[in-house]
């Protein structure tokens, strides 16, 4: 029963990500505004080089990848995976705009917990936000480990706790406490703070074969005019959380706007609202 449990909420999270990706590709430059201190951070632990080989797993839209694009050179490559196929779609229209044909990027549907590539095949993985979804992220570790070659890194990020994050936390817990969603799932069951703990990290990149682990805490906001810029960027964004808002019948959106617009008050500035976040970032050799 737990391993069907598990098949079904890696099915899930696979859903959502095929119904989110439009917004998801809607919202990039304001998402990439947020996470630029986690992309910057992973592709200077990576550190690629001229002519090497990149992969990016859970890409998304595939913006980490699209820079470790630019510093492989002409003769290296990038491989842009991700499970979803609209996702996917998106990456490829991204790479597009930036002139990234594809004799530089390939893109392919990948399942980081099966990656159809052979042993010591990249040079360097970059999984921005992807592992913590996972349901057994210690398989796809390993399968990264496989693929890399000797002397490879991996650069990765995953969510903070949940009490860290209150761009989640004041939507999810409304919706829950109201009936809508159920809390999230304790760990090692997968979900956006599956991975918060940096010992947990390490003890998985370990146990994958990695013998040489760096962990760092990165703080980052979300900056809101109002609650309604809130449940805007959220509802287009943050998996079961925005479908959630996404399916509210009219009544039910009120009562949750209201919750959000009290919980707001303490993160008052100036110009509105700004939402403290934290990320934990991984390096492994």
């Known amino acids: 029963m737990e391993s069907q449990a598990v098949a079904d909420k890696a099915w899930e999270f696979h859903a959502i990500a095929e119904r989110l990706a439009p917004t998801w590709e809607k919202r990039r430059a304001e998402v990439e505004e947020v996470a630029a201190p986690v992309r910057e951070w992973m592709l200077r632990e990576l550190s690629p080089g001229e ?3 990149v992969l990016e797993l859970a890409a998304g839209v595939g913006d980490t990848g699209f820079e470790a694009a630019a510093l492989v050179g002409q003769s290296g490559r990038l491989i842009s ?3 979803s196929p609209a996702m996917l779609d998106a990456a490829r229209r991204r790479g597009a705009e930036l002139g990234l044909g594809l004799e530089k990027v390939d893109y392919r549907v990948i399942d980081a917990q099966r990656i159809e590539l052979g042993d010591d095949s990249v040079d360097g993985v970059l999984c921005r936000f ?6 057994h992220p ?11 070659r000797p002397g490879g890194c991996l650069a990765l990020a995953v969510w903070g706790a949940l009490e860290r994050n209150p761009f989640f936390a004041i939507a999810g817990i409304s919706l829950a406490q109201r009936g809508h969603i159920l809390p999230p799932p304790s760990p090692p069951a997968p979900g956006p703070f599956s991975m918060a703990e940096p010992a947990r990290v390490e003890a998985l990149l370990r146990a994958a074969g990695f013998a040489e682990v760096r962990t760092e805490e ?8 109002d609650a309604d810029e809130y449940l805007s960027l959220i509802a287009d964004t943050a998996g079961p959380v925005a479908l959630a808002l996404q399916d509210l019948v009219e009544d039910d959106r009120a009562a949750i706007r209201s919750d959000i617009e009290d919980s707001l008050g303490r993160f008052a500035v100036d110009d509105g609202y700004e939402l403290p976040c934290v990320a934990l970032c991984a390096a492994a050799n």
């Not at 210690?138 to 890399?148: I, K, N, P, S, W």
């Not at 990165?218 to 900056?223: A, M, N, P, R, V």
Request: glycine share 10%; proline share 3%; hydrophobic share 40%.
């Open 218 to 225: 990165l703080t980052g906001s979300f900056k809101f005019a």
């Open 138 to 148: 210690e398989t796809a570790l390993a399968e990264t480990r496989r693929v890399l």
């Open 51 to 53: 002519g090497e080989t």
């Open 81 to 83: 995976s991700d499970l």
């Open 130 to 135: 992807g592992y913590m979804l996972m349901p």
